[in-house]
């Protein structure tokens, strides 16, 4: 019971992988991101490999079948998964990272639509409702006066 609630309050915790085959994709902690971040750094040997191996890297950290992960490695998803696999995969975890971990910037447009809309409105909404009461007691214009 206590875990449909944290399920409930927190969002999923994992999600299924398109490929199918029991694949399962889940979210990583804060400290997983830069532990895959700094193995990939290491893979890393030209500029234009940053992102692959950064992906390869997130996906060992975060691709599991049944509960363990299909691999040790960044490296061995780099040996074991094709460069369209991986992209695949990158772009499914992290369309589920963002829809369970929002980023405040995401909402923008809509915050500021919202402000504009608050902004907008009639903010007279009594106008003249009182007028009569006003005119029968006029403000004071000082003491004594």
Do not use: Y
């Not at 399920?7 to 915790?13: P, V």
């Not at 390869?56 to 696999?85: D, I, K, M, N, Y």
């Not at 829809?99 to 902004?119: C, I, M, Q, T, Y």
């Amino acid at each position: 019971m206590e875990r449909d609630w944290m399920t409930l309050l927190a969002g999923a915790r994992r999600t299924a992988a398109e490929e199918g085959q029991g694949l399962e994709l889940r979210l990583l902690s804060a400290r997983e991101v830069l532990e895959a971040r700094r193995e990939a750094a290491g893979l890393t040997r030209e500029d234009r490999e940053r992102a692959l191996c950064a992906n390869a890297c997130l996906l060992a950290r975060a691709l599991e079948r049944g509960g363990e992960p299909v691999f040790s490695t960044g490296g061995a998803v780099l040996e074991g998964l094709s460069v369209e696999q991986i992209a695949s995969l990158s772009r499914q975890w992290s369309a589920f990272n963002r829809r369970e971990n929002p980023s405040p910037e995401e909402g923008e447009p809509e915050v500021h639509d919202l402000k504009k809309a608050w902004s907008t409105r009639l903010m007279r909404a009594f106008s003249g409702a009182c007028s009569g009461l006003l005119g029968r007691c006029p403000p004071s214009r000082g003491p004594g006066r």
